[in-house]
């Protein structure tokens, strides 16, 4: 019995940092989820995406930026929800993304029985 609980004493002694990173995780990955289930958070589409490495010794981020335009922040007038591209925003409300396109320009009243609006570019 003894063997055993030094056995495991010694595995987490061993894996301590990868035990507090997966700690902190749940617990952030928790609160998110709470914000999120109530309202709380809006969620925008970000354009850098960062990814981490957590091999011991060293941790290694990678940043990769998005080529080309950028998009355009959309708002829907109704819901108030944000958007980081027309195409997003025509995806997430069912609407043609030609027709988003022709409402954005002023040529149709609305899309898809919805009014939005550009705020400028995603930055």
């Known amino acids: 019995m003894k063997q055993q609980i030094e ?4 595995h987490v002694q061993e894996n ?9 995780c749940l617990v952030v990955g928790a609160v998110g989820g709470v914000l999120c289930s ?11 995406i ?7 010794p060293h941790v290694s981020m990678t940043t990769l930026v998005r080529r080309g335009h ?17 195409e ?6 069912s609407v043609n993304s ?9 040529q149709n ?3 898809g029985g919805l009014t939005f609006e550009k705020l400028g570019e995603t930055a």
Do not use: M
């Open 7 to 10: 056995k495991i004493k010694n």
């Open 16 to 24: 301590k940092k990868v035990y507090i990173v997966g700690a902190g």
């Open 38 to 48: 109530q309202g709380g958070v809006q969620i925008v589409d970000s354009l850098k």
């Open 50 to 56: 960062t990814l981490i490495n957590w091999k011991s």
């Open 70 to 86: 950028p998009g355009n922040t959309i708002r829907c007038i109704q819901t108030g929800e944000l958007f980081a591209s027309q």
């Open 88 to 93: 997003r925003a025509a995806l997430a409300n």
């Open 98 to 106: 030609s027709g988003l396109s022709r409402h954005l320009n002023g």
């Open 109 to 111: 009243l609305h899309a």
